[in-house]
């Protein structure tokens, strides 16, 4: 099957910075595909990339198996930053103002988002009585106009207390059991575990690896120590360069890097 995305040796540099290093991967159509590293790896890079919001200095990406047009960039919703709602209006008319602006989808796309992302029972209230977490939905809501076939999240759960980051996980394995592909930036190991079906990881912008989680996180460079020795552990983190994603499995603590 055609991938989703495609990315053939992407390399981008901000002044003496490398951000990404020859970065290539393949999004297959289906899939929930996290792109996981610690803070600075490259992950907003890459999205920013994909995006068309950020040039590459070299490589190339394909959508749907063809260069980027107009028509391909309808099929894409993405959540990089929290819109700019507006704290006084409610929900139906901050997604009218989103749809205004970019011309996606129609008035009757509303409801139907409304309640994708359960917020239909508030949908009248002003922005600024919502919770964090309904926030965080009404965002995703707002990329969910036009009904597009990808979306693309970065790190959906930040911020978000542990109902909210709950309630977002489960709002993605909905979209995805829709038929929705789902390309989501995390620095959480365990995210990727709960919500993606593949996984490419970031280390200092070069991409270490590719593929299904569960063949990912059965490959060899896993290390795993005991949690009956913390000095151990706090050695190869300080190597991993602070990358501390930790799975707890019984008395075994998994340290990814
Ligand atoms: P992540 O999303 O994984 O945290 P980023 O893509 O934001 O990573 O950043 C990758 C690297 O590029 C980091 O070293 C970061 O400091 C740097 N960087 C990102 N954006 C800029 C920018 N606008 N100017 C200079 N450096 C940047």
Known sequence: MEPILSLQGI?????PIRALNDVSFQVPPGSVFGILGPNGSGKTTMLSIILDILKADSGNFSWFGQPGSPATRKRIGSLLETPNFYHYLSAVNNLKVTQAIS??????DI?????????SHRKNSRFSS?????????????????NPQVLVFDEPTNGLDPVGIAEIRALIKELSAQGKTIIMASHLLDEVEKVCTHVAILKKGTLLTAGQVDEVLANEDIVEVSA?????????????GGYSQLKQDGRQIQLFF
């Open 111 to 119: 409801e139907r988002v409304l309640e994708t992302v359960k917020l």
């Open 130 to 146: 919502y919770s964090l977490g309904m926030k965080q939905r009404l965002a995703i809501g707002a990329a969910l106009l036009g």
């Open 228 to 240: 009956a020795n913390p000095d151990h552990l706090r050695t190869v983190l300080e190597q991993m």
């Open 11 to 15: 390399s981008k540099s901000y002044g």
């Open 103 to 108: 011309g996606r989808g129609t008035p009757e």
